[in-house]
């Protein structure tokens, strides 16, 4: 999964100015940290469950992505 | 007791009028007939043309459903009958949507739809009841335009399909549209007389009370829009000034939150979208940039070309800027500079039969003092950019159309407009513009561009439509939509009122764009010298019988130049800009070096004689060398001549090490155990180098804010961070020329290895850093204080040197905390300096006699991995004896970046002086060998050739003849020897 979200996911993200990096699987949990235009997107939930369909279709495995976002000190306000 | 802030419930008369121009455009169509037959494809982009299909099938895509995917191109399809009512009725496409889309309908491109319009007129351009869409559409999180807050509102990678509606537009309604539009702009602007708002806001008041808005009927709209004319518009009592000229214009990076493959379709949609326009519109003209642009057009969607040259011919669709791009004018270096004015011209000229007579770059972030001679050989009279007035922090710039003094002398005429370069034509706007504008009394008119931009879109209906009511507006300046030629011819040809500015053009923000993403910066240093090398090895093995490789050597000095593009080189770009600039470098570095091949002899290139020591790769030698075995010497080889070269013999004898102190022929040196020098005592000229921090790593919390990558702020100072020494320095090994020590630093994050070089017959100080970089946001620069008593910085510009002011005496001297420079910078007293030479670093700083190189940032705006990994680079320290010029430094300087080349020719040039050979290339028509010389010193002086030559142009036009050059100083001299 980290292979994936990370060679798969991450170029299709950074293409669009995000960024997002692995951070833990836990069963069917996949936690991943979103940096760049992600961090504050307003409707980044769409984004993820796009990825939950790519895992799905891709890897045939149903999971819930769980976002954490870091926004820029100079965006966070 | 809570304080309680008193505040307005009740609606005021100009809510009033917004929300029932709220209510107004609901009715802007007649009729709206929802097309329920859309089929999408999700891709992705992966080259200009090429696309990876997420599914095989196209899929329904009914309203309500979710439309594109991260980094997402959508093909969408349609077919549709039209309903027999509205066959030979005007009647459009309306999507409502956050992604750029080209439709095209049965087989004819119709136009763009974008956030920034929302219809096309379709029943002029498409045939029959029976209609075929195909529409591309592509999405960014970033919009093209972040000004526009409908654009901001709907951003995402992931929306939500509004349906698509053959639609009829109400004309009446429309128009009263634009006219309130216009209307509510001026009068809640407050730049505008405050009794015309007053009068503005009652009228509109009084015009909206005619509608009954439960049931909107024609005739009350009419009304309303005749009371508009006759109350409104033809009160003349307030009276505006100024004349301010119009010029539409799309501001289109090529890459930027986007990627160079996207800006094909990008650049496609803005061409097509203001070529409706004009259809549209017989008085609209519009300008647009980068030769580049257009040659996409024509490779890939040659219809729109064809188009696209009837506007060109009928004067209409203007091709500005003579550039190829938009390029950095900071970092590249003058050959490149020039290339980008001979390749953007001869393509005008090839395909328009055009010379474009200025140089257009609204965005470019900051100007080297070497343009104006540039431009004036290149066939630019005119230079125009919107920086200096709008994003200077510290001094407001004196000037909107002046004259600009280069560094040679070479003046052009300039226009730094008031106001932004991306402007939607509202009044409010053009007043500003003329309110800023310094040179209401010398300078004639002010120049306002208008349009959408940073990723095209360009000018809109509503923004002509509202051009068209302004000479109705009495408070307004007077206004003319011009082009950016007419303009510029209009206001400044024979204007003896206008200003001199003699110097660069500096630009008081994004000084860290000469720092940001080192890897570029170092590889375009290393390509410009191995194109010029690849050029004048090409010709002499052409005298050799051997074919000219013209169209590979041109394709290669293309792909450097787009790099060059301000938000590339400069490193402002998301992170696969970077990859796609990388993979381009590896590329062209990789070619170059087939058309450089190899030989038994090695030839220096140079035009005068090697007495550096200089690094030649050997796999049996003992130092390596940014990850290359070899050793050094001091090469005995004349100009442009081959030679042998042997290591030097030997032994070690001629340094001794003793602890941290070191004795060398040249010097007795005190380090200290993080790699600085406290003492560096010249045993020839008998003096002290060192006074303060020498060759002192510092690190610094690097905090600009929101343009991260662009900025550098001044406040870095006032946080230094620890650099903890992991192994102190030790001494390595020595042979007969070169001795080593090393040091690694480090913090928590990162490890920093530098290795120090001493040598027996170079004054030189070579200081190899080996990097493992994984800081955010922190600067590190090596700072050099210096004992001499110096009140400037000379710089290398690439054709000359600037001299800038080390004192803080003035605002303009403290804005100019980080300066760009190119291979050297250098402080002197009378007698002595030291200079830094670099291979590829461009970011400086210096206050009093303390100079500091930057070396890296660690960004994370717009790429969060910016600059993060390892990184290899050397720079030199160089001591010397009187001034930079009196010591060669500038040709040290090139013996540092230019190796020499294995390869067998015969060098059969003339003798050029002083002169700096800058390039020898095939002239692009094939009847010349061009030579390009450059006096790089501010020296006067005379060349005999041994024969006539043409005396060209840098656009290879021969101007005359002649076999004797008479240089001036900073002079660039391009001649053409008959083939």
């Known amino acids: ?77 | 007791m809570a304080h309680i802030k008193v505040q307005r419930r009740s609606m005021r008369p100009e809510e009033w009028i917004q929300l029932r121009f709220g209510w107004l455009k609901r009715h802007i169509y007649s009729e709206k007939n929802e097309i329920t037959t859309f089929m999408i494809k999700d891709a992705r982009q992966v080259s200009e043309m090429n696309f990876e299909f997420y599914d095989e099938e196209f899929r329904p895509l009914k309203k309500g459903d979710m439309y594109f995917t991260p980094d997402g191109t959508a093909f969408i399809e349609a077919d549709y009958e039209l309903p027999a009512h509205l066959e030979g009725k005007k009647y459009c496409f309306s999507l409502k949507t956050a992604a750029e889309m080209i439709v095209k309908v049965n087989g004819v491109y119709v136009g763009g739809i974008d956030p920034n319009r929302e219809r096309l007129n379709l029943s002029d351009y498409a045939e029959g009841r029976k209609l075929h869409f195909e529409i591309m559409g592509y999405n960014r999180s970033k919009p093209d335009d972040e000004r526009n807050p409908e654009s901001l509102s709907v951003r995402g990678c992931r929306q939500i399909f509004e349906g698509g509606y053959i639609s009829v537009v109400n004309e009446a309604v429309q128009s009263l549209v634009y006219d309130i539009e216009m209307l509510l702009d001026a009068a809640l602007s407050e730049v505008f007389n405050e009794d015309f708002s007053a009068m503005v806001i009652r009228g509109l008041d009084a015009a909206l009370n005619l509608i009954d808005f439960d049931d909107l009927r024609d005739e009350d709209v009419i009304a309303a829009s005749k009371y508009i004319d006759e109350n409104i518009f033809a009160n003349k009592d307030y009276k505006g000034s100024g004349n301010v000229a119009l010029v539409a214009h799309s501001h289109l990076d090529i890459a930027y939150y986007w990627r160079r493959i996207h800006a094909v379709q990008k650049n496609l949609r803005t061409v097509l979208i203001q070529l409706r326009l004009m259809d549209k519109y017989p008085d609209f003209k519009y300008a647009h940039t980068q030769a580049y642009t257009y040659e996409t057009v024509e490779k890939y969607y040659p219809e729109i070309f064809e188009e696209l040259k009837k506007r060109i011919a009928e004067g209409r669709f203007e091709p500005v800027g003579a550039m190829y791009v938009e390029p950095d004018c900071n970092v590249p270096a003058c050959e490149s500079l020039i290339r980008q004015c001979l390749y953007g011209q001869s393509y005008f000229r090839e395909k328009f039969g055009l010379t474009v007579n200025n140089c257009w770059l609204p965005d470019v972030f900051g100007n080297s003092w070497i343009l104006p001679q540039i431009l004036k050989k290149s066939g630019v009279d005119y230079f125009v950019s919107n920086k200096m007035s709008t994003w200077n922090d510290t001094n407001r710039f004196p000037h909107n159309n002046f004259i600009w003094k280069g560094i040679d002398g070479s003046e052009v005429y300039a226009c730094v407009p008031p106001t932004h370069f991306i402007t939607w034509n509202m009044p409010s706007q053009v007043q500003e513009n003329w309110e800023a504008y310094q040179d209401k009394n010398e300078g004639g008119q002010t120049l306002q561009m208008f349009g959408y931009g940073d990723g095209g879109s360009g000018a809109t209906e509503e923004m002509v439509e509202l051009m068209h009511r302004f000479e109705k507006l009495s408070v307004m300046p007077k206004t003319e939509h011009t082009t950016g030629s007419e303009f510029l011819k209009k206001n400044f040809d024979g204007n003896d009122k206008l200003a001199t500015w003699d110097g660069e053009l500096y630009l008081e923000m994004h000084r860290g764009t000469f720092t940001t993403k080192s890897k570029m910066k170092a590889y375009n240093r290393k390509l410009e010298f191995m194109l010029r090398d690849a050029e004048l090895l090409s010709v002499l093995r052409m005298k050799n019988g051997k074919e000219y490789p013209a169209e590979k050597l041109r394709e290669i000095y293309k792909k450097l130049m787009i790099n060059q593009f301000h938000d590339i080189l400069p490193g402002s770009h998301i992170t696969p800009v970077y990859r796609d600039a990388m993979a381009d470098y590896e590329q062209m570095e990789k070619d170059l070096a087939e058309i450089i091949g190899g030989g038994t002899k090695y030839l220096n290139t140079l035009n005068f004689k090697r007495k550096s020591v200089t690094f030649i790769p050997d796999k049996n030698g003992n130092i390596i060398r940014k990850g290359e075995k070899g050793y050094y010497t001091i090469p005995d080889i004349f100009a442009l001549s081959s030679g042998q070269i042997e290591p030097a013999k030997g032994g070690t004898d001629w340094i001794s090490v003793n602890g941290n102190n070191v004795e060398t022929p040249l010097y007795s040196i005190k380090f200290a155990p993080d790699g600085s020098i406290l003492s560096l005592r010249d045993k020839e000229l008998c003096r002290e180098w060192v006074k303060g921090d020498f060759n002192k790593l510092k690190m610094y919390h690097d905090t600009p804010g929101n343009y991260d990558a662009w900025d550098i702020l001044p406040n870095y100072k006032d946080r230094p961070c620890e650099i903890a020494v992991k192994k102190p320095l030790e001494f390595i090994m020595a042979d007969g020329e070169c001795a080593e020590f090393s040091v690694t630093l480090a913090t928590e994050k990162s490890e920093w290895q530098m290795i120090i070089r001493l040598f027996r017959d170079s004054r030189g100080i070579e200081i190899e850093n080996i990097v493992d970089w994984n800081e955010k946001h922190k600067l590190v620069k090596a700072e050099y204080g210096c004992n001499v008593l110096s009140r400037e910085l000379v710089c290398d510009t690439s054709a000359g040197i600037i001299r800038r002011e080390t004192h803080r005496n003035t605002s303009w001297q403290q804005a100019r905390f980080e300066v760009c420079h190119h291979k050297w910078c250098d402080m002197a007293e009378q007698g002595g300096g030291v200079a830094l030479i670099n291979e590829g670093k461009y970011g400086v700083s210096a206050e009093g006699s303390t100079m500091a190189l930057s070396l890296l940032r660690a960004t994370i705006r717009p790429d969060p991995t910016s600059d993060m990994g390892t990184h290899n680079f050397c720079y030199m320290i160089y001591p010397h004896a009187g001034d930079a010029v009196s010591a060669d430094i500038n040709k040290t300087a090139f013996e540092y970046n230019v190796p020499l080349r294995k390869a067998d020719v015969e060098c059969a040039l003339p003798d050029f002086g002083k002169l700096w050979l800058q390039a020898v290339k095939l002239s692009e028509n094939g009847k010349y060998i061009v030579v390009r010389l450059c006096e790089q010193n501010g020296e006067r002086g005379v060349v005999e050739l041994p024969e006539k030559a043409a005396v060209l142009n840098m656009l290879e036009d021969e101007i005359g003849e002649s076999d004797k050059i008479e240089y001036s100083p900073f002079e660039i001299i391009t001649l053409g020897f008959r083939m």
């Open chain 1, 1 to 77: 999964m980290e292979k994936y979200i990370n060679e798969y996911i991450r170029p299709r993200l950074q293409g669009d100015g995000g960024e997002i990096t692995f951070v833990k699987q836990e069963g069917d949990e996949v936690t991943v940290l979103l940096q760049g235009e992600c961090s504050k997107c307003l409707i980044l939930d769409r984004c993820l469950a796009w990825i939950e369909q790519r895992v799905e279709a891709d890897r045939g495995e149903k999971v819930k992505i769980i976002g954490i976002r870091k926004k820029p000190y100079f965006q966070d306000v």
